[in-house]
Each structure stands twice: as structure tokens, then as C-alpha cells.
């Protein structure tokens, strides 16, 4: 009997071995070593052609240039702001499609929530420019009710790149927000009617408190996409954009100094891991128990 036993132990070490082991492979050779070269190679400081020191000279650049961490402190400003957005406009769809929605329509809301994922960033972001820019559909339909005298340019401003990125984020901010809703017993809130609240109250002391971990992971998942976003600002934005993923391309691509590069990479993820573990704080969530409820 111990000889089977152990036969199936080993059996079932080997499963989990065998199927955690792509993933374990995925983090390690696409996540894990990428950002440790990033790292080091942001550490290497030019001090002459081809000749380099290990230093903090990359780091030291970036915090004596005011455009860079202006840019920076801009574009985590913004994001958090598309994030609220993103929240806010969620939220209310989660909730219909969780809980008051029948199952049929459950399904027909969620294939909605997804078209926008079927097509690329690219398109997504033409798709607003056909609509927004001077000749477009906005743009004449107000000329022709007379609302406008001429063409109206509704590209290249914050407000535009903000409509574009939540468009783009909403429905990761919806997913988590739904999957937890899901889950809350609905005689819940059938209690808090029961008991005298009214619908501002049993949202604000049961519903949001209960899908608190939906709302921390879909907050977190909006945030990072939203701040390492790089087509939506640019081509909304224009000339006038300012973000942070444009100074990084910049230094990769357009000067060729990809040790800054590194270092301005890392800058953006320390940066936003920071801004995310302020929100876990400041939320009372901790991440390990808003994944496995989300």
C-alpha cells in the first residue's frame, strides 16, 4: 500500500510539474529575464565610444531634465484619471449584467463588451480618427444641423486621447467587476431593503464593499494598461500628446540610446508598482486576496 501511495504522489507531482511548467516557462523567459536586462543594461553608463561604466548617470539624466519626469508625473495623472473614468462607466454595466440581466442577455452584453478587442489598437485609434478629425462624421454632421459654421479639428487634445484609452480599457475594468458581482448571494441585498436602506445605501455598505476586490484588480489591470499605452496617445494626441511611452520610444528608436531607454522603462514600472501599492494601502486590499477574489 505505501508503494502505491507513493507511485500516486509522484504521479500527481509530475502532473502539477507538467502543467505549470509552461507557464513557469512563459514568466521566466517572456517576464522574468527580460526585466533583469533591462535593468542591467540601465546601468550602463557611456563614457566613451563603445566604452562603458556600470553607473546611475542614466537615472541622474532623467531627474535633472524636467520634461521627463513631467512627462512622467502627466501621463500617471492621466491614467488614473481614465482609471476613475473607466471605473465609473463600468461599474453600472457590471452590475446590470451580474445581477439584474437574464442569462440569455448575460451573454449577448459580454459578446458587446468584446467587439471592441476583435480589432488591433491600430484600428481602434483610426476608427476615432475617421470620426474626430475635420472632415469626419462628428465634424460634418454638425455643419449640417447647424451647430457648426465650419469644420471642427476634435483630435490632438487630452480629452480625445481620454475618450480613446477608456474605450480601449473599459471592458478590463468590466470582466473582474462582473466575476465578483457574480458571486454575492443576492438575498444580500434583498436584506439591506429589508432592513430600511435605501438604494444609495445598500449599494454604498454592501454592494461596493463586497465587490471591493473586483474593483481593486480591475483598478490595477486599467492603470498599468492605461499608463504603458503607446499607439491611443500618440495618434489622439498627436503633437500635442505628452506620454511618458513616447520619451521611452524615443530613446530606443529615434536617438539610439537604449541604456536610457532601460532606465526610463524601469522608471515607468517602479513607478506605476508604486502608484498601485499607494491604491492597495489606501484600499485595505491586499493583491494576492484581490486576485483570488477577482
Not at 429589508?194 to 492603470?223: H, K, Q, W
Request: with cysteine; proline share 4%.
Amino acid at each position: 500500500m505505501s508503494f502505491k501511495g507513493s507511485t500516486r504522489q509522484d504521479a500527481k507531482r509530475l502532473t502539477l510539474l507538467l502543467l505549470f511548467a509552461p507557464f513557469t516557462l512563459w514568466i521566466l523567459l517572456l517576464v522574468v529575464l527580460p526585466h533583469i536586462g533591462m535593468v542591467v543594461l540601465s546601468l550602463r553608463e557611456k563614457v566613451a565610444p563603445r566604452i562603458y561604466e556600470f553607473g546611475f548617470g542614466n537615472y541622474i539624466d532623467f531627474i535633472q531634465e524636467p520634461i521627463y519626469w513631467n512627462t512622467l508625473l502627466r501621463t500617471g495623472g492621466m491614467s488614473l484619471l481614465v482609471t476613475v473614468l473607466a471605473l465609473l462607466i463600468g461599474f453600472p454595466v457590471a452590475y446590470y449584467i451580474a445581477k439584474l440581466a437574464g442569462n440569455r442577455s448575460k451573454g449577448a452584453l459580454f459578446i458587446l463588451c468584446l467587439i471592441p478587442l476583435w480589432v488591433s489598437d491600430l484600428i481602434r485609434a483610426f476608427g476615432w480618427i475617421l470620426l474626430l478629425r475635420e472632415s469626419g462624421i462628428v465634424s460634418t454632421t454638425l455643419q449640417k444641423v447647424g451647430l457648426a459654421d465650419g469644420p471642427v479639428e476634435l483630435l490632438y487634445n487630452d480629452a480625445t486621447v481620454i475618450v480613446g484609452l477608456v474605450y480601449t480599457v473599459i471592458l478590463f475594468m468590466i470582466v473582474p467587476l462582473v466575476s465578483t458581482l457574480d458571486g454575492m448571494d443576492n438575498e444580500m441585498i434583498e436584506a439591506g431593503y429589508n432592513l430600511g436602506g435605501n438604494s444609495f445605501t445598500v449599494m454604498r455598505r454592501i454592494v461596493i464593499p463586497y465587490a471591493m476586490p473586483g474593483i481593486v484588480a480591475g483598478c490595477i489591470v486599467v492603470f498599468m494598461l492605461t499608463a504603458g499605452s503607446y499607439l491611443t496617445p500618440i495618434l489622439l494626441g498627436g503633437k500635442n500628446s505628452s506620454w511618458f511611452t513616447e520619451q521611452i520610444y524615443d530613446q530606443f528608436i529615434r536617438r539610439y540610446n537604449w541604456e536610457s531607454g532601460a532606465a526610463f522603462g524601469f522608471l515607468l514600472l517602479a513607478f506605476t508598482s508604486l502608484v498601485i501599492w499607494i491604491g492597495l494601502k489606501l484600499s485595505g486590499q491586499t493583491l494576492s486576496s484581490t486576485v483570488a477574489k477577482s
